[in-house]
């Protein structure tokens, strides 16, 4: 079963799937396309690779279709789902890192960093 509420778009189960029966498609969006007709009844891969616990037993049959997420700074798209970016915002916030960062890409993240610890030298200059 896919509750399809949790899945956030990542597509680790795909890449973990030997028998392809859960396919990742990029394309302006992303789309996670299931196909249970295909599974070969391994030792459930998907379910153990899964992060949210959105597959719990056999996938049902379903084209599940997400946004990428943009750079909250430049509007550059990411790589990854904004339901990504949410569950990763969420996951730094837990562990006292900046949620900011989930929403940022490689660069502005770079000028991020480097604006912060310029800013921290000149406290100890
Ligand atoms: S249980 Fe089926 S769908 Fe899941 S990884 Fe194994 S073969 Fe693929
Ligand atoms: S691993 Fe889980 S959250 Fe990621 S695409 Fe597959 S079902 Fe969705």
């Known amino acids: 079963m896919l ?3 949790l899945c956030i778009g ?5 890449s973990t799937c ?5 396919r990742v498609d990029d394309n302006r ?3 996670i396309l299931f196909y249970p007709e295909k599974c070969g009844n391994c030792n459930f891969e ?4 899964c992060p949210t616990k ?3 037993g056999l996938p049902s049959k379903e084209i599940l279709e997400f946004e990428f997420a943009q750079c909250a700074v430049c509007g550059k798209e990411l790589q990854y789902t904004s339901k ?3 569950y990763l915002a969420k996951k730094l916030m837990k562990i006292g890192e900046n949620a900011e960062l989930a929403f940022l890409c490689d660069e502005c993240k770079r000028d991020r960093l480097s604006f912060a610890s310029n ?4 406290y100890m200059l």
């Open 3 to 5: 509750k399809i509420e």
């Open 10 to 14: 990542c597509g680790i189960c795909a």
């Open 18 to 22: 030997p028998f392809e029966a859960i």
């Open 29 to 31: 969006n992303r789309r």
């Open 46 to 49: 998907c379910n153990e690779s």
């Open 54 to 56: 959105a597959l719990q």
């Open 84 to 86: 990504e970016a949410e």
């Open 119 to 122: 800013h921290y030298k000149g």
